[in-house]
């Protein structure tokens, strides 16, 4: 059983664990992620580390609620426990020497900032672009803040509510085309990393995306979490969740992870009227 320590609410449907998890804590790494199983009967999610203390001996995820297992997490409480959580899993990012552009959108922000604070940490210059579709949904900003010059933050919001309105491929161009960066990490939504990736493929910038596909184990036994690379199949949790972005086959990655959007929303209508007052 891992205790909640922290809840923490950023929107309507996003929120911040922080669990008791002092070994986890010990040997976590920017980029890596862990499972979590709520209950019995419940499922395996990944979610990747947003923060870490070996000291203290807690980690932190952040997820959003879509489906029924974040709509039950949702609901839990500091004090209350997680039955399951194994990690670290996956590999650490480690990104080449240089000036590195550090993208984030949406709840992809959670994996973003741990990742610049590694490469602050090792002596990389840092530009980071954090997208999201609304300012209420934008994750992490203070924290960005204290770690980066102001001049090295660029946020966009697809409705302009704050920063630049539009998609974080603006900024990315600008600062490619200036030269300021020697490499690209992107994380979040599958269109915003492609058009990233496209986007850094025109200057010739090498590019890393971390990828998120359907995962059931987390331990490569599965095969679930398959992906495309350069023609090549490659399971993200063991072999990534890392990879060459110019390599990735987008479009089979889309659509494997639309694959039970059906059963994913019957599952969570089930859960609703489940635990709805009107059907106790």
Known sequence: MYKILEKTQFSEKVFKFRIEAPEMAKHAHAGQFLMVRANETGERVPFTFADWNPEEGWVEFIFMVVGKTTKMLSTYEPGDAI?????????????????????GGGVGLAIAYPVARTLVKTGHEVHAIMGARTKDLLLLEDQFRELLPDDHIH??????????????????????????????FCV??????????LTAEKYGTPITASLNPIMVDGTGMCGCCRVEIDGKTKFACVD?????????????????????????????????????????
């Open 188 to 197: 979040g939504p599958v269109p915003m990393m492609k058009f990233s990736t």
């Open 83 to 103: 039955l399951d959580v194994t990690g670290p899993l996956g590999q650490p990012t480690v990104m080449a020497p240089g000036t590195t552009c550090v993208i």
């Open 155 to 184: 946020i966009t919001t697809d409705d302009g509510s704050y920063g630049e309105k539009g998609v974080v491929t603006a900024p990315l161009e600008r600062l490619l085309q200036a030269k300021a960066v020697d490499e690209v």
């Open 240 to 280: 990534g969740p890392d990879f060459d972005a110019t390599k990735v086959d987008w479009n089979d990655l889309r659509a494997r992870q639309a694959a039970y959007r059906t059963e994913e929303g019957q599952a969570l209508k089930a859960y609703e009227e489940a635990n709805c007052a009107c059907h106790r």
